[in-house]
């Protein structure tokens, strides 16, 4: 069974510093994984998704990387930004037609 | 472009009481999913349709019950309401690949 960990459950950096927020999942037949980002009082948005043959992804200030022999996928904002402050959760799919299992996120908090 | 559509946003039941949470999407999305979030936890899988007709538990499927009739609606339905279903649901849905939309929730409160 996939297990997705999230450590820390939060995080309180200062404007302007790059982040990394680390995913770690227990199958590494991963089918795919993606980056959510869900807003207090709200539903997830997708932010990034990679397929097992890929490596990374990249939109805008953020990039997702995923490593499949080493259980991780990391995602990396760049220039952080108080809009920026959200839960960050990591889920995969474990095969084409299994279902997503999410981690329990990372509430970043960006501070003026 | 409405996406996924979820009512009620709020909603207070009494133990015991029965409600159908509502689902409904605009995409022609074949695959649907209820999540339940509680309090520091990730979602957790009620069930999910893969089409119209057909149905299956996921993780967490007891108290609950799900129909689709139609692809565009998936409701999930709570019999016999217990402090327990106390959470946050989210409707979701996909397409044939793999980027998912979510509902703005309904916020459950079993009193």
């Known amino acids: 069974k996939q297990e997705v960990t999230q450590i820390p459950a939060a995080l309180s950096v200062p404007e302007g510093e790059n982040l990394v927020l680390n995913c770690s999942f227990t199958?590494?037949?991963?089918?795919?994984l993606q980056w959510f980002r869900q807003d207090p009082g709200k539903g997830l948005t997708s932010l990034l998704l990679?397929?097992?043959?890929?490596r990374e992804q990249t939109s805008g200030r953020l990039n997702a990387s995923l490593d499949k022999s080493s259980g991780r996928s990391t995602l990396y904002i760049a220039a952080s930004q108080p809009g920026d402050s959200a839960t960050y959760l990591c889920?995969?799919?474990?095969?084409?037609?299994?279902?997503?299992?999410f981690g329990k996120g990372i509430t970043l908090s960006v501070r003026p | 472009n409405a996406g996924v559509t979820q009512t009620p946003k709020f909603r207070i039941l009494k133990i015991g009481q029965s409600m159908t949470l509502q689902c409904t999407q605009d995409?022609?999305?074949?695959?649907m999913y209820w999540y339940r979030q509680d309090p520091g936890m990730g979602l957790k899988l009620i069930y999910y349709?893969?089409?119209?007709?057909?149905?299956d538990k996921g993780e967490v499927p007891n108290g609950y019950n799900v129909s689709r009739s139609t692809t565009e609606d998936f409701p999930l339905r709570l019999e016999l309401a217990a402090p327990s279903q106390t959470s946050v649901y989210f409707c979701?849905?996909?397409?044939?690949?793999?980027?998912?939309?979510f509902g703005s929730g309904t916020r459950l409160t079993v009193v």
């Open positions: 990679i397929q097992s043959s890929q």
């Open positions: 199958d590494s037949a991963i089918y795919n």
């Open positions: 349709s893969v089409g119209a007709g057909i149905t």
């Open positions: 995409m022609n999305h074949n695959y």
């Open positions: 889920a995969g799919h474990t095969g084409a037609n299994s279902k997503l299992t």
């Open positions: 979701a849905s996909r397409g044939g690949g793999y980027g998912y939309t």
